[in-house]
């Protein structure tokens, strides 16, 4: 898997690179940055075939991974080039990759990505750390390019935020118990409503909401 754009430490993808170790003992994880000062500052921290570091953009520097990650990269363009970034991306996968891009806050509290294969992109996940959240709509602040600016009246990611807020405010008595729980409700009312959410409880309770790309797109 590629790790596109992973920043100014090797950090965020020795991190990743840790967790998929976990469960996929052979995932091959490459860090990929367009900045060759932050691949020369990466490059002792590669431990081949495992994890590796290379200069590299949207062209994948050649490579046809099975995932690549890209968070908190397209938020510095405008959106017809990321657009056009997730086309380019997709284009270099193997047969059946994803790739996932979003934009998180500093620490990590509050995200969103959007799943995007080689027929478009499929889906939108909302996620947060239930108990640090205030509220859900700030989540719009960290919304992917593709949607952030289309989040004002009439289009369909206001429709979710707004709904998403009305439902937090309706569960608002499980708030007693804890937040996690106020979130999964909030989640299954959305489901009641018809939005087209996606797994289960068992996400829900993690912080996370996922809906078909259809209901947002
Ligand atoms: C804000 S940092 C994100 C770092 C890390 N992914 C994170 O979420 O913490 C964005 C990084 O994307 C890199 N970048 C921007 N455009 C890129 C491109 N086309 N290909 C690869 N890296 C790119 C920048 O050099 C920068 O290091």
Redesign the pocket.
């Known amino acids: 898997m590629v790790?596109?754009?992973?920043?100014?430490t090797a950090v965020?993808t020795l991190e990743l690179a840790s967790r998929l170790h976990r469960r996929y003992p052979n995932v091959r994880v490459l860090g990929?940055?367009?900045?060759p000062e932050?691949v020369e500052r990466a490059l002792p921290y590669a431990d081949p075939p495992r994890i590796d570091f290379a200069r590299?953009?949207?062209e994948l520097a050649g490579r046809a991974p099975q995932l690549v990650?890209?968070?908190?990269?397209?938020?510095?363009?405008d959106e017809a080039p990321a657009l056009a970034?997730w086309d380019e991306i997709v284009a270099r996968l193997a047969p059946g990759g994803l790739l996932v891009e979003g934009t998180?806050d500093e620490i990590g509290r509050v995200g969103t990505w959007v799943l995007v294969d080689a027929d478009g992109p499929q889906s939108l996940t909302l996620s947060c750390s239930t108990e640090h959240l205030q509220r859900p709509e700030i989540l719009a602040e960290r919304l992917p390019k593709a949607l952030i600016h289309h989040n004002v009246p009439g289009e369909n990611i206001h429709r979710l935020i707004t709904a998403l807020g009305a439902a937090w405010d309706t569960s608002a008595g499980l708030s007693v118990f804890s937040h996690r729980q106020r979130w999964a409700a909030s989640v299954a009312r959305l489901a009641e409503q018809g939005w087209p959410v996606q797994d289960g409880p068992r996400r829900w309770r993690l912080g996370e909401l996922t809906v078909d790309w259809t209901a947002v797109g």
């Open positions: 790790d596109l754009g992973y920043g100014a965020t990929l940055e367009i900045d932050r590299g953009g949207f990650r890209a968070m908190n990269v397209l938020r510095q363009y970034a998180c």
